[in-house]
């Protein structure tokens, strides 16, 4: 906004407040105030405001004029939270804060927010009220779902107090809090031992139809290692050392804006790390290894059908198919990496040898996502409170 602009509105506003404006009383009791003031045109206009006083009438002719110098600032009044958020995470991505399958996720997660009222609605208009109707009507989805539209709706709010359209971040009122799903969180389970040896038994028996990929070692070694699948996927054969007895992991594939696609490094820097190679898991990589053709990516891997990538869905979808034919419960072909884990604490494993083998970021996400195996395992331990009351009873201590 030009110097001159702002001193008219300045001026005008004074000029209105020492009785140049106009007063007069509605039919309905209420205080009507007319005052002038320059558009970012320069035209000459007349706004009015209603109020149930004077001093009411006077702060919103103040909020207005207010506005209307944010406007002649540039500052976008009408800036939705979508629009505030799509800029934000093009920006991420192309400055390499977020990668490809990150930024796929915060588009969804937009594209969500956008078909709501309150994604159609300038966030410089939005209140508490308003915040408070939308996250109501999110518990019908996950626990994890909802944190997504939570941080997302406080990030658009964050964004718009740095730009000046709004003063305060009204996701950081004490009364704004997450809300918590309707639906209760899905455990994480690894098969039983009785399940684990139906499915190899299933995997082993089952024949495909017009020769078609069963994806039978990608889903073993899985089972063996507790790599991800986009990790299995994404195998060269550099990164099998069987003199050492480990598989280096250091790339996955990812789900890009248009395709999936070899990414160099893993989902988390943790991802980064050596898996040990047992007994029942080096034959599983020999033979991955003889099946292996020429492939312009050098993946062990490799659809030669589409001349791609294989996924993570074409692998769970044979995966569904294996759990039906051993009649065992189907929770997602991830649940192999998880079976993976709850054998190696049923052995005795350390949690923090095991937080290395899986990747996991820090030790509390092996604890807390196994936390039922570890209980599990616990329970033997009144053995030792038993043997040792036998000693004290006897006289022993």
Known sequence: MS?????????????NRNGEGTWRETASGNIEYRFTYTDEYGNRKVKSVTGVSENHCLERAEEFLARLRQRFEGINLDATIPELLYEKIESDFRK????????????RT????????????????????????????????SNNTISKFYSMIKLAFAVAVDRGIV???????????????????????GLTEEEQMKFINALSEYK???????????????????????EINALRPE??????????????????????????GTKTKAGERDVPISAVLKPLLEEALEQMGDNPENLIFYDYNKGGVITTNQVCSMYKKIC?????????????????????????????????WLGHTNIHVTLDTYADV???????????????????LQGEE
Do not use: W
């Open 167 to 189: 003063r305060t971040n009204l996701m950081e009122n004490r009364n704004v809090k997450c809300p918590i799903s309707d639906r209760p969180d899905k455990k994480v389970r």
């Open 208 to 230: 495909p139809q017009n020769n078609h990929n069963t994806y039978r070692l990608q889903l073993l070694i899985e089972l063996y290692s507790g790599m991800r699948m986009g």
């Open 324 to 356: 039906k034919d051993a009649g065992i419960p189907y929770y997602g072909q991830h649940a192999l990496r998880h079976t993976f884990a709850t054998r190696c604490i049923e052995a005795g494993i350390q949690p923090v040898v095991l937080k290395g």
């Open 110 to 141: 937009i594209e969500t927010i956008e078909k709501s009222a309150i994604g159609h609605m300038a966030i410089a208009d939005i209140r508490v009220y308003h915040i408070e109707r939308y996250l109501q009507s999110l518990t019908r989805y």
């Open 3 to 15: 110097i001159q602009h702002r001193k008219v509105i300045q001026m005008e506003y004074k000029r």
């Open 374 to 392: 570890f209980d599990r395992m616990n329970l033997g331990a009144i053995s030792k409170f038993e043997d040792y009351m036998d000693k004290v």
């Open 239 to 264: 990164c099998i050392n069987f003199s050492k007895g480990f598989i280096h992991v250091d790339r996955t594939i990812s789900h890009g804006k248009a395709s999936p696609f070899l990414k160099e």
């Open 96 to 107: 390499n804060y977020t990668g490809e399958q990150g930024y796929e996720r915060n588009l």
